[in-house]
């Protein structure tokens, strides 16, 4: 992270290790997924649970972003303002994904931790490109059966999920259509509309930056 200056760095540092920002490990009864929340007023916090590999490093340099975004908001801005929107939460956390990754394909020159790295980013890309935007399509056409009367019963929920997979992926794929609850993994989510569609927005502009 240093190429955003000392400052940031210094914070960074702090939080992660010595205020205790992050709620880091496995636990009994501990949700599953990670996230960054707080207010004006109180430092971030991160709940999320590392497994000492590189897809929990990239989950956690995320959620930084997010923190690190947050506390200069919160630093810089009057309460009013100090809010950000979706698009710009997703720009920040991305960024920080993609400052690790750079920093790792250019100082780790182990050809299996290489792959590694790319296996990662290709999920990160297979993850916010695809499946976050057919999300959204999912999200819309719910909306419109519900505005036309119409049942929202799991099995209808399933099998839509499970068409816009189809579509997306083509007929060169063998495709379970068990893979359509995959909406019921993103409940949080869906209740912003098109929280989900911010996430490719985020990695292209982060990306692009």
């Not at 100082?107 to 296996?119: M, N, P, S």
Request: charged share 20%; net charge negative; glycine share 8%.
């Amino acid at each position: 992270m240093q190429p955003l200056g000392d400052e940031y760095t210094s914070v960074l540092r702090r939080g992660a290790l010595e205020e205790r920002w992050v709620d880091i490990y496995p636990n009994k009864g501990k949700r599953l997924g990670a996230f960054s929340f707080g207010g004006p007023g109180t430092h971030p916090f991160i709940m999320m649970s590392y497994n000492d590999d590189l897809f929990s490093l990239s989950t956690l340099a995320h959620e930084l972003g997010h923190s690190l975004h947050s506390h200069f908001s919160w630093k810089t801005q009057p309460l009013i303002h100090a809010r950000y929107t979706l698009f710009a939460a997703e720009v920040a956390s991305n960024f920080n994904q993609a400052m690790v990754r750079d920093y790792l394909l250019r100082t780790q020159t182990d050809r299996d931790f290489q792959i590694g790295l790319i296996e990662e980013a290709m999920s990160n890309f297979h993850r916010y490109f695809f499946i976050m935007p057919t999300l959204a399509r999912f999200e819309l056409e719910i909306h419109e059966r519900a505005e036309r009367g119409q049942a929202l019963t799991a099995d209808v929920l399933n099998n839509l999920m499970a068409d816009l997979f189809a579509e997306g992926y083509g007929a060169d794929l063998a495709m379970d259509r068990a893979t359509g609850i995959t909406w019921a993994q993103f409940s949080t989510h869906l209740y912003s509309n098109f929280y989900v569609y911010q996430y490719a927005t985020g990695i292209a502009g982060a990306c692009a930056g």
